[in-house]
């Protein structure tokens, strides 16, 4: 009986001890192909991606990234570089189809006191862009950038460092581009990435400290916001930063550990995450912007393509990773 005394012990004091939370399960997929790196060598260049889909011929739809030292990139699917615009130093980058053109904008950094939204235009045969001009954003310096269409309008949410978003109304109508600020919302902290999802008219906004938020999206709405994931050091690391939409999920970068975190838009449920990792290409580090777009892109992406900034290409400059998106379902089960 004395023999047993330690042993039982032992067990007694294992099953007092409070169990450590496992850890979710990060699922591995490595990257298709990759772009050229950007040409600003040594330094935190490349940053946010933004995907034109050539529904006629999917294979030579193009992505248009941002080098921020510098100015905008346009791709092929291939990585090559099909053009290049000195836009100085923008950030984030969206595009959306408006009046029988491709409009493309991104936040403008130039004047860190006043942002502005560089607005270009894409010539999708010639996959050259060019410059319309610059309209007004708001006091504060420039960060994050998404297009939104409602009522036959362009609008577009300016999300400046210090975690202000102004909601802009743009213009097309005479020689050159105007906007409006038809309203501000507001979160606590710096942030940077933002999304809005077309089908529920919801705003998604990332704190880079704090997590995610999401807000109404139309303008007369009101600016309360609804918390949709917090950083935890789990599924979601400090910094987040882009963020995607793509068949009815939310896709996050979890910047502090290289991963993506997955949410379902529907009811803002966490389902996955999962990391870009070395194959034939390399894996992806710290990625600041991604994007992606469901849908037929080619054989090597036959039913998305997402593409992420990668932090760490060495030993050459920054560059952007492309992945299938059906690869990031398989691997989540979704």
Known sequence: ????????????????????????????????????????????????PAIWRNAADPAAS???????????YVYGLDGAVRDFLDAGRVNNVDLAEFGGRIIVAASDRNDEANARVALFSLDTATAKLTALGTVAAGQGEAYGFCFHQQDGALHGFIVLKDGTINQLAFDFAGAVPAARIVRTLKVGTQAEGCIVDPARQRLYVAEEDVGIWRFDALAASPVTSTAVARIDGKRLVADVEGMAIADGYLIASSQGDSAYAVYRLSDDRYIGRFRIGAGRFGATQETDGIEVIAGD??????????????????????????????????????
């Open 1 to 48: 009986m004395t023999r047993l005394l330690p042993a039982l012990l032992i067990a007694a004091l294992a099953a007092c001890t409070p169990s450590r939370p496992v850890p979710p399960q990060t699922m591995i997929v490595t990257a298709r192909g990759e772009t050229v790196p950007v040409s600003t060598g040594n330094a935190d260049a490349a940053d946010d």
């Open 62 to 72: 193009l992505i248009v990234g941002t080098d921020k030292k510098a100015g905008l």
């Open 297 to 334: 892109f080619g054989p090597d992406y036959p039913a998305g393509l997402m593409v992420a900034q990668d932090g760490d290409n060495a030993p050459l400059a920054q560059n952007f990773k492309l992945v299938s998106w059906a690869d990031v379902k398989a691997a989540l089960g979704i």
